[in-house]
């Protein structure tokens, strides 16, 4: 049975979060000052302390800095009712692992929690019967455009916002990507949730633009109650959080990334598999400049894989192999490998979001800007027996007209190699549910 320890000179206050704790099967220890919490802290050593700011004896800051030198493994979390700045950089400053306002939630609580503590297990708490029965992964689409938005009655039915899908799978709220469509989505979720908290996971699959670029309109994130994870690969030449707070400095938006009041944690992916939740997520770097990941995810009812930008391999290879100094052979070659690893990562997907930026005709001239070819994504889909395609990041030059023959063409492609492939283009507003044969709008 896990320990913590709550340092709280409130009675009222430590009695409710001890009762929290004990509902979770915690074995939980109290002390009322920061002298009594110190000692029992190394007498102890829980594997959690959670500790209030302004107490008698030994404030927050002086316990968290004598724990921290004697008590290396042991998490520490502040809990205080002052939302000062300054005190939270202090805390950390002085070895506080997380900073949490009061009044505190069990569902936040049990978020940071999560975060600190991976490894003690979590209690499974019986879900209402409504629940009980698996339910089937819910996808939306918020953003669908590449390069740039564009509104305005061209792109009325397919959308202009760009790339942002929102994943609900194993009781988890997935959200891939932060272009512009992330700001109708934050304005859904605040009218879902109202008043609760929420826990959200930010994927991020490259930094350009295009991708991030909503993020600073992400209503959530001003909420304090609110638990965003933001996971991504680094960039090109900066931290993922370096990038991230960059479009959000004073010469390009008033408030800074440190400002957002939620509890925003970004984390630098290092591995390729890892785990939100119950849903399991593999990656794999694309063809695109810069740092750029496609995900996989695999819910109970079905795998998801995005890759929004990529590009083929072949034509890229043999364009530039001489020079590389390498043989069309050797090209050919290469391209043929990293193609195969590709078909293996989306093998058997069930539902596959892939970059078709361009037309056949316009690739030709696009060779090297990092996006894939109608045929190439269609013929890529069918030798991975992916269930459906969804055809993603459209080109901001093109209107309604042109993705609905470009969905004809590909569908037309598959009927010609007998493969029982579907076929839609992606649509701002559509809902799918994984293993649904239609999309409601």
Not at 107 to 123: D, G, H, M, Q, T
């Amino acid at each position: 049975m896990p320990r913590v320890l709550i340092i709280e000179d409130d009675a009222e206050s430590r009695r409710l979060i001890s009762d929290l704790f004990r509902r979770d099967d915690w074995n939980v220890l109290e002390a009322n000052d920061g002298d009594a919490g110190v000692e029992l802290a190394l007498r102890d050593r829980p594997e959690l302390i959670l500790c209030d700011l302004l107490m008698p004896k030994s404030n927050g800051f002086q316990v968290c800095r004598t724990i921290r030198e004697q008590l290396q493994p042991t998490k520490i979390i502040v809990v205080s009712g002052r939302d000062y700045r300054v005190d939270r950089t202090s805390a950390l400053q002085a070895g506080a692992d997380e900073y949490l306002l009061k009044p505190i939630t069990w569902e936040l609580l049990s978020s940071a929690i999560e975060r600190l503590l991976p490894e003690i297990p979590r209690r499974s708490r019986p879900k209402p019967a409504a629940e009980r029965e698996s339910t089937p992964a819910r996808i939306r689409f918020w953003g669908v455009r590449g390069s740039i938005p564009v509104p305005g009655k061209g792109t009325v039915r397919y959308g202009g916002n760009t790339s942002c899908v929102e994943v609900r799978a194993d009781g988890e709220i997935i959200i891939l990507d932060a272009g512009t469509g992330i700001r109708l989505l934050g304005l859904a979720l605040d009218k879902e949730f109202g008043p609760r908290s929420m826990k959200l996971t930010l994927l991020i699959s490259h930094t350009h633009w295009d991708h991030i670029q909503g993020l600073p309109f992400f209503s959530p994130a001003y909420n304090e109650k609110n638990v965003i994870r933001v996971l991504g690969y680094e960039g090109a030449r900066a931290g993922l959080a370096t990038i991230l707070a960059g479009q959000m400095e004073t010469p390009f938006f008033p408030v800074s990334l440190r400002e957002l009041p939620s509890h925003l944690a970004i984390e630098e992916l290092k591995e390729a598999e890892f785990q939100i939740g119950k849903v399991e997520v593999r990656s794999k770097f694309a063809n695109h400049p810069g740092i750029c990941a496609g995900y996989r995810l695999s819910a109970g009812s079905g795998s998801i894989a995005y890759f929004p930008d990529n590009e083929p391999y072949e034509p890229l290879k043999m364009q530039l192999a001489s020079r590389a100094g390498i043989s069309q052979e050797e090209a050919r070659d290469f391209a043929i490998a990293e193609r195969e690893k590709m078909v293996e990562f989306l093998q058997g997907c069930d539902f596959a979001i892939m970059d078709t930026q361009y037309t056949d005709e316009e690739y030709t001239d696009h060779i090297g800007w990092g996006h894939s070819s109608l045929s190439s994504v269609v013929s890529l889909a069918l030798d991975a027996n992916v269930g459906r395609l969804l055809l993603f990041h459209h080109d901001p030059n093109h209107d309604d007209e042109i993705i609905d023959k470009m969905v004809e063409r590909a569908r037309a492609l598959v009927a010609k190699s007998g493969k029982p492939l579907e076929v839609e283009a992606a649509r701002e507003g559509a809902e799918i549910l994984l293993g649904a044969k239609t999309a409601a709008a």
